[in-house]
């Protein structure tokens, strides 16, 4: 079974990989750049949260929240909170399949 993986065109399009192409690493490399307070950020944009909401979620202002979005942005080469999101979510499934889809060893 291959997985896909999430990357973004010139156009700013997704375009799905086969997983091990190098954008999926460059996406996790990226994604541990992140400080923790970012990647709860990111957490939350997957989950499809406005600024307002995730700035209640973390207790932060709103000012706090769009600073963390630009962070993240910038660190995952992306130019929206969608693209930042979907790379989010793309990562959240790699990191799901290897803990529970272990590769097939044949014999």
């Known amino acids: 079974m291959v997985g896909y993986f999430s990357s973004f065109a010139a156009s700013g399009m997704p375009r799905f990989t086969a997983l091990g ?3 999926a690493s460059v996406h996790m490399d990226k994604m541990s750049e992140l ?3 970012e ?3 990111v957490d ?3 989950a499809g949260m406005s600024n307002q909401k ?3 979620a973390l207790g932060v202002s709103e ?5 963390h979005i630009s962070a993240i942005c910038l660190k ?3 130019e929206s909170r969608l693209q930042a999101a979907l790379v989010g979510a793309a990562c959240q499934f790699v ?3 290897k803990t529970h889809c272990p590769p097939d060893h044949e014999h």
Request: net charge positive; aromatic share 4%.
């Open 21 to 23: 192409e190098p954008t």
């Open 35 to 37: 400080t923790n307070r």
């Open 39 to 41: 990647k709860a950020v």
């Open 44 to 46: 939350l944009l997957v």
């Open 54 to 56: 995730i700035c209640r």
């Open 63 to 67: 000012r706090a929240v769009s600073k």
């Open 76 to 78: 995952l080469g992306v």
């Open 95 to 97: 990191k799901y399949m």
